[in-house]
């Protein structure tokens, strides 16, 4: 069953922006934004509770910010300053335990999304 959707990839060019997002069927304390680049390991990018404090890896702080709207139960991902190598496939996951500030890529999540490409030209 699937319980989260990634929307908003595409094309871009080198130094643009792009908003990804992430809608949930059910309601999640903790939620994540992934990547996984061809021949690579997948990256955990940012994660963000309930209560709206995101932990960011220092390869994307400053330049994406994650945010969620409780309400809509949706997840986002606001991208600026785009580079070659952020070109990947995004995906976004959630659970119902909290993030408790723990770096990216280290929580468990049980619940995933199919992924959105994201390609970046130079």
């Known amino acids: 069953q699937v319980q989260l959707v990634e929307s908003g990839g595409g094309p871009v060019e080198t130094g643009g922006s792009l908003r990804l997002s992430c809608a949930a069927f059910?309601?999640?304390?903790?939620m994540g934004w992934f990547r996984q680049a061809p021949g690579k390991e997948r990256e955990g990018l940012a994660h963000?509770?309930?209560?709206?404090?995101?932990t960011y890896a220092d390869s994307v702080k400053g330049r994406f910010t994650a945010s969620r709207d409780n309400a809509k139960n949706t997840l986002y991902l606001e991208m600026k300053s785009l580079k070659p190598e952020d070109t990947a496939m995004y995906y976004c996951?959630?659970?119902?335990?909290?993030?408790?500030?723990?770096?990216?890529?280290?929580?468990?999540?049980?619940?995933w999304g199919q992924g959105t490409q994201v390609t970046v030209s130079s």
């Open positions: 996951a959630a659970d119902h335990f909290r993030c408790r500030g723990e770096l990216p890529g280290t929580l468990p999540f049980g619940y």
């Open positions: 963000i509770d309930r209560d709206g404090s995101a």
């Open positions: 059910n309601s999640y304390l903790c």
